[in-house]
């Protein structure tokens, strides 16, 4: 149970919304370019990207949020992304983890996992020179 208190549960569960939101936000959100076809999710994934690079800054460098946290709650969002990619696939049991899931798992995680491991180290960067110099609020 101290693990758990360590990781505040709450503070991740917010972090896990905010990661979804960013998701919905850029569906809503018109495309960076004109896709090739129906099925480029290059422009999504790439707002996607932007919007998650965007929070995980702001989370870790100006509200100085636990870096166990933030990584916790990614490991979640993955989690919910391979299920949502093996419900679209119809894959159940064990060929749950089948090459194609994991291919595109991976290919997800370029505009999911990469940006938030990105944005995660520029605010502690941040984080970490504003409370070297004792500053609260914005710093530019």
């Given at each position: 149970?101290?693990?758990?208190?360590?990781?505040?549960?709450?503070?991740?569960?917010?972090?896990v919304i905010c990661m979804l939101g960013c998701f919905l936000l850029a569906v809503v959100?018109?495309?960076?370019?004109?896709?090739?076809?129906?099925?480029?999710?290059?422009?999504?994934?790439?707002?996607?990207?932007?919007?998650?690079?965007?929070?995980?800054?702001?989370?870790?460098?100006?509200?100085?949020?636990?870096?166990?946290?933030?990584?916790?709650?990614?490991?979640i969002v993955e989690i919910i992304l391979l299920v949502i990619i093996g419900t679209f696939?119809?894959?159940?049991?064990?060929?749950?983890?089948?090459?194609?899931?994991?291919?595109?798992?991976?290919?997800?995680?370029?505009?999911?996992?990469?940006?938030?491991?990105?944005?995660?180290?520029?605010?502690?960067?941040?984080?970490?020179?504003?409370?070297?110099?004792?500053?609260?609020?914005?710093?530019?």
């Amino acid at each position: 149970m101290n693990r758990l208190k360590k990781l505040e549960i709450g503070q991740i569960g917010v972090i896990v919304i905010c990661m979804l939101g960013c998701f919905l936000l850029a569906v809503v959100l018109p495309p960076l370019w004109k896709e090739v076809s129906g099925r480029d999710l290059r422009p999504l994934a790439t707002t996607v990207a932007n919007l998650l690079f965007g929070v995980s800054i702001l989370l870790r460098g100006f509200l100085g949020w636990r870096l166990l946290n933030l990584v916790a709650a990614l490991a979640i969002v993955e989690i919910i992304l391979l299920v949502i990619i093996g419900t679209f696939t119809g894959n159940t049991g064990p060929e749950f983890l089948n090459h194609f899931n994991l291919y595109w798992l991976f290919f997800i995680n370029l505009f999911t996992g990469l940006p938030w491991i990105l944005g995660i180290t520029a605010g502690s960067v941040w984080h970490a020179r504003r409370y070297k110099k004792g500053q609260t609020g914005l710093v530019l």
